[in-house]
């Protein structure tokens, strides 16, 4: 079973600038997460989709950030403009049920100059 | 804030011996998932336990649940370099999202 694919793998980037982010979850797992990781810390939720639909993006900084899942399968991370405190590895996750075990892509490490 | 601790924040043992991190959350929940992390890499599920459950293993790990407490424990008996990772815990509440301790940086000492 392949895991959670997620694409770049790195991105540098001068603020002000637009990235963006792809994930493609692993096959019939209905929901699909995305995460902020800051140096040090736990990762933080950022938005969460169940299949096409958004269920909780309360943590999202709507100004700048934003996340589609289209058609319930891949999903795209945008920022735009970037800030320096962007900097951080995105995790994508998905999961067959919601609430259960998180299954975790690579991560993209962004950093912004 | 939905968010516990875990403790300690690094650890440093030498192989060989046994590693116990702690969690401690504040609200109620549906199960409590520990994770690892090696460096640069992605989050990699190690066991779930759910509110009804006290104690689970799997292999060399084994963790606890105190509901009564809000705290659960992740012990790794007879470590390894290889066990060098940052350990997190995640909650659950009820099908809502997950949330993340700082997590527990584990180094273990040839």
């Known amino acids: 079973e392949a895991g959670v694919a997620q694409s770049p793998r790195y991105k540098i980037i001068e603020k002000r600038q637009s990235v963006a982010f792809w994930c493609n979850p692993i096959?019939?797992?209905?929901?699909l997460y995305w995460y902020q990781q800051i140096l040090g810390q736990g990762p933080k939720l950022l938005i969460q989709?169940?299949?096409?639909?958004?269920?909780?993006d309360s943590q999202l900084p709507k100004d700048r950030f934003s996340a589609e899942r289209l058609k319930g399968v891949d999903s795209t991370l945008k920022i735009q403009p970037a800030k320096l405190e962007d900097s951080a590895v995105y995790l994508c996750?998905?999961?067959?049920?919601?609430?259960?075990?998180?299954?975790f892509g690579p991560g993209t490490r962004l950093l912004v100059l | 804030s939905q968010q516990g601790e875990e403790d300690p924040q690094a650890l440093s043992i030498q192989e060989g011996e046994n590693a116990t991190m702690n969690c401690s959350y504040k609200?109620?929940?549906?199960?409590l998932q520990w994770y690892r992390q090696n460096s640069g890499r992605g989050l990699v599920h190690l066991i779930l336990?759910?509110?009804?459950?006290r104690e689970k293993h799997s292999g060399r790990l084994r963790v606890t649940l105190d509901t009564s407490k809000k705290s659960s424990s992740l012990l790794i008996t007879a470590s390894r370099a290889a066990d060098t990772a940052s350990y997190f815990c995640?909650?659950?509440?009820?099908?809502?999202?997950?949330?993340f301790g700082p997590g527990t940086r584990l180094s273990v000492l040839p």
């Open positions: 996750a998905s999961n067959p049920i919601l609430g259960e075990t998180q299954y």
């Open positions: 096959s019939g797992h209905a929901t």
């Open positions: 989709f169940q299949n096409n639909g958004v269920v909780d």
């Open positions: 609200t109620s929940i549906n199960n």
């Open positions: 336990i759910r509110s009804n459950e």
């Open positions: 995640a909650r659950n509440n009820y099908g809502q999202n997950f949330v």
